[in-house]
């Protein structure tokens, strides 16, 4: 699993790191984030959340508004551009998914998926609505 999440990180890392890949997609798994929310995820201080979204915002992959219901906070949005890099990372990561799975002995790969739906579950991660982070085998549901 490590080896295949690594790969699909550094097909990026000349654009980005890890640590602000991760706010690129909490950002498309759960919308627009306050500052506040990006420093919770990260565990980090308030300022290097700013400091790691600014870096974004410079490239062109986030955009900041204020937030409608209140202004003294600023959301971070992903812009067409930090969305197509999520999307080329997800997608790199699916397929090499896909491909580990399809060698795997039929009764293997179905322990298998059971398992990523059991730890997805445990780490609170609820199915995706629109199917963006969904990997779909021949004879299963989906992960």
Known sequence: MMRV?????????????????RVLVLIATHGPQTLGNVATELGVHA????????KLVRAGLIHRTEDPTDRRFVRVALTSTGAQLVERVIGHRRSALAEVLAEMDPDER????????AFARAAGDLPDADG???????????V
């Open 110 to 117: 179905s322990v298998a998926v059971a398992s990523f739906r």
């Open 5 to 21: 999440a690594a790969r699909s990180v550094s097909e990026v890392e000349d654009i980005v790191t890890s640590p602000q890949l």
């Open 47 to 54: 300022s290097n959340a700013t400091r790691t979204c600014e």
């Open 132 to 142: 963006r982070f969904t990997l779909i085998l021949p004879g299963t549901a989906g």
